[in-house]
């Protein structure tokens, strides 16, 4: 079962930064906060991951609270592009499979 | 940049029929992994491979079955086809390289159709 909790859907106005939750309060110290989003039917793809301290790339954000209970993905200046369902993912490091729970659909308006 | 390949994109079978569905990594990528997705659902793990020896088993029903080959890639195939077996079906790679977060690449996807 998926271990964590996500809001079904949220909206977001375009070029505004879009701040998307997730609980995770059964996380054990050697998983990851993975991120992952799926546009319509396409694959599934990797936007970011963290341990514990905070990470940036080219797409988004990862902020993890210091008791690593919880986390947001921030898309600073969401697009229209970015309307997707977004999945928070918690996992071992490894080749190991991703375990995706309900998600949180993401609606990005004009 | 090569991605990962599935074919075929679309494939439309009868009930009992049986269903052979590829997945070619990218370059490289010693793990495969195949999900399954059904109409309204999110993806669910069925099974993976690393260096072409089975190294995680999910949901997969006992109907499917799945090898990784000597070039790795990687064949699904489904037996005694039901309607419930209707999705699309995800092959993903990646490469065991901890400096990469293990990312998963997507192929995109199989429409199983079954009638």
């Known amino acids: 079962d998926a271990k964590t909790t996500q809001p079904p859907s949220m909206d977001c106005a375009e070029g505004r930064a879009a701040n998307l939750p997730c609980n995770h309060s059964?996380?054990?110290?050697?998983?990851?906060v993975y991120w992952y989003r799926q546009i319509h039917s396409q694959g599934p793809q990797y936007i970011i991951h963290?341990?514990?301290n905070n990470e940036t790339n080219e797409m988004a954000s990862l902020i993890i609270t210091e008791d690593r209970k919880s986390s947001t993905l921030i898309l600073p200046h969401a697009t229209l592009r970015d309307t997707a369902v977004y999945y928070c993912?918690?996992?071992?490091?490894?080749?190991?499979?991703?375990?995706f729970g309900k998600g949180t659909r993401l609606s990005v308006i004009a | 940049a090569a991605g990962v390949i599935q074919s075929p994109r679309h494939l439309i079978k009868e009930k009992r029929e049986t269903a052979t569905l590829k997945c070619y990594p990218i370059?490289?990528?010693?793990?495969v992994y195949w999900y399954q997705q059904g109409p309204g659902q999110d993806p669910q793990f069925l099974i993976s491979?690393?260096?072409?020896?089975?190294?995680d088993k999910g949901s997969i029903p006992d109907r499917f079955s799945a090898q990784q080959f000597s070039d790795y890639h990687s064949e699904l195939n489904m037996s005694s086809l039901e309607l419930g077996d209707s999705a699309l079906y995800f092959c993903?790679?990646?490469?065991?390289?901890?400096?990469?977060?293990?990312?998963?690449?997507f192929g995109p996807g199989t429409r199983l159709t079954v009638l």
């Open positions: 059964t996380i054990s110290g050697n998983e990851y």
């Open positions: 491979f690393y260096e072409k020896m089975q190294s």
């Open positions: 963290g341990l514990k």
């Open positions: 370059p490289r990528h010693d793990t």
């Open positions: 993912i918690v996992r071992l490091s490894g080749n190991t499979p991703l375990v």
């Open positions: 993903a790679s990646s490469v065991h390289d901890y400096l990469r977060g293990y990312e998963q690449f």
